[in-house]
């Protein structure tokens, strides 16, 4: 008799699990794990290299490498049981298999930039499943298309299609080190927005394993999958394997200027005027607010500093032009601008050496880590003047530099064309996202920290849309609700989804329920099954 393969020793497996309830099976043993993901692979000692237990001398160090928030970083942080880099698309699937069969949940991380720790986290026993491995890039310069891996980090995307051909880009993240997985999952904005979009809406295949075990390409998935994990959080619903995307061309050098302008210099009032100038700027400019309180050179009391951060596709002469007609207020000489490279400028976003591209754009671990929490705002129409004043008063509160506020520019542009359907993600018809965040550096101000950080969105409220009150599902805030730790109902979960996908949520559970029935994929904020 010929002896029964790996993969369809597997196959065999995954299906007599589907006829066993997902309640019934024992409680999960850490040994037992690990020995189910020796027993069903091909090659037990290649992937033993990938398992770490908590025993493991290195547990700690690969767990804590992709931890950009000190919040999770404390001993009383619940950890995973076990972390598995996986290395192979058979030891996914290996690693879904056993943990039905053990109960323990699957938390999946790219990047680890998650607001709230939900792809490392989770207070029901669990492993992690890191993406790292997963980062190989093909870049297709004719054909204008790129292959990446869900773990690929969005500078190593970057810095890959530079070397390839320096006049192609993608719409993606300011900041180098945010997983492209996640970062795609959940929408994906980034200095081209108005240009072309977001992330997802230049994706036009992608490779999965969905709950049965099974590799799904765009084709395989269906459209209503592959609807689902461009902007819907890709977790609810799959392991990503990677993601295809299309290119756009962009000039090799462009124009910057970091521009700082304090209460005393009038900044309440170009905050005001930028409103209005933004969504008219040509699409090839993009002019981010940055807000903080810093401590005055000139009184050494305490003020707000608006730092006005641009990125012109273009030469300076003709931002000039542009900005004496539209913006003079600011008041921008040449002397305030820059000429780079277009791959220079993320490192310059950053605040990273430009000088060597190639370690500020492919490094994977930050080096600043802060306790933070952050909240997030669609603005669809102009704050007026006084409630400018009065948000700038509460950031004031805070010691220089612990608050901020980031208003990203979205409106004027191709935003406004596609439709709110076209993905999971609906914010299309807005001004601008207005990012929140608070940091602190000690462990005992944490409460009063998140405390302030509430008041200031409870201030912010009077001047968004409250119907519902929407919120970006990349900058995850559990403030707005959670799932139960067994079967949450779709309407509970309403409560969290509506903000990050307004009607786009009932389509969403229609997905879930079609391609995830048992509800394998689930963290915090996960997608929810209809009952």
Known sequence: MRKMSYSTMLQFAFLLLCSISWASASHPS????VQC?????????????AIYTQNSSSFTSVLDQYIHNLRFLLPEVPKPLVIITALTENQIQTAIFCSKKYRLQMRIRSGGHDFEGSSYTSNVPFFVLDMSNFRSISIDVKGQTAWVGAGATVGEVYYSIYEANSTLGFPAAYCPTVGIGGHISGGGYGPLVRQFGLAADNVIDARVIDANGTVLDRKSMGEDLFWAIRGGGGASFAVILGYKLKLVEIPEKVTVFSINRTWEQNATQLLYKWQYIAPKLPLNLVITPQIVSINSNQTGKRTVQVTFVSVFRGEVDELLSIMNQQFPELGLKKEDCTEMLWIQYFAYASGLPTSNITESLTSRVSSAKLYYKAKSDFVK?????NGIEEILRKLNELPPFMGMLEWNHFGGGVMETIPESATPFPHRGNLYLMCEGVSWDEQVVSKQRIDWLRKLYKVIGKY????PRAAYANSRDLDLGVNNKGITSVEKARIWGAPYFKNNFDRLVQVKTKVDPYNFFKNEQSIPISQ
Not at 30 to 33: A, C, K, L
Not at 381 to 385: A, D, F, M, Q, T
Not at 464 to 467: A, E, G, L, Q, R
């Open 30 to 33: 850490r040994g037992d794990f």
């Open 37 to 49: 993901l020796l027993n069903y692979t091909d090659s037990p000692s290649y992937f033993a290299k």
């Open 381 to 385: 129409e102009p704050i007026p003047e």
């Open 464 to 467: 968004v849309p409250n119907n």
